[in-house]
């Protein structure tokens, strides 16, 4: 089989030619395959993984560009499939388990960085979900580095700033909700 460029790879899969689809899988699985087993997931895990990963390529396939590197980009989605599938697993361990304000905040007592990285991960598809309001409120209260006072996120937001401690407690519940429902 001819060796084509990553780009040459990606034009011709645009295209959908059947023997450069072949020469990605054929070059490309072993690494998929190899990240997620490196992240403990099982034979099984990692054979869907694979599928995967390779499914959202072929739907992604139109916003890859010239400067792409097809290893690096699949290398990306496999590390973050195999985390999504970590991350569930370990919320349906956690199913009842409460969010506090704490689980906002920086932990620090989380010395593993990919242990942070999945809270962050979590948390951050829960935020998405939250409506525009609450998205940015709780951004600014918890995540901003800065750490702004009140009256700094109500000028911030167009609050008063009598209505942040209650509104902060409705979207903490609202984050809580979304975040159990995941």
């Known amino acids: 089989m001819m060796t084509r460029s990553d780009w040459d790879l990606i034009q011709a899969c645009r295209q959908g030619e059947e023997l450069a689809w072949q020469q990605v899988v054929s070059q ?86 990919k242990e942070r990285w999945e809270l962050s991960t979590w948390l951050y598809d829960g935020l998405t979900q939250l409506d525009e309001t609450c998205r940015a409120l709780l951004i600014a209260l918890y995540l901003d580095p800065e750490q702004p006072a009140y009256s700094d996120v109500a000028t911030r937001l167009g609050l008063a700033v009598g209505s942040i401690g209650p509104m902060r407690a409705r979207c903490l519940h609202r984050l809580r909700d979304i975040m159990r429902a995941r």
Request: aromatic content about 6%; hydrophobic content about 40%.
């Open 28 to 113: 490309y699985q072993r690494l998929v395959f190899s990240i997620a087993l490196n992240y403990g997931l099982g034979q099984q895990d990692a054979a869907d993984i694979v599928q995967l990963t390779f499914m959202m390529l072929m739907q992604g396939l139109d916003g890859l560009h010239r400067e792409s590197h097809l290893g690096g980009w699949l290398a990306t989605v496999a590390r973050r499939n195999s985390w999504h599938v970590i991350e569930r697993r370990g919320r349906e361990n956690l199913d009842t388990a409460p969010i506090t304000e704490q689980t906002l905040l920086h932990d620090q007592t989380a010395t593993d960085e």
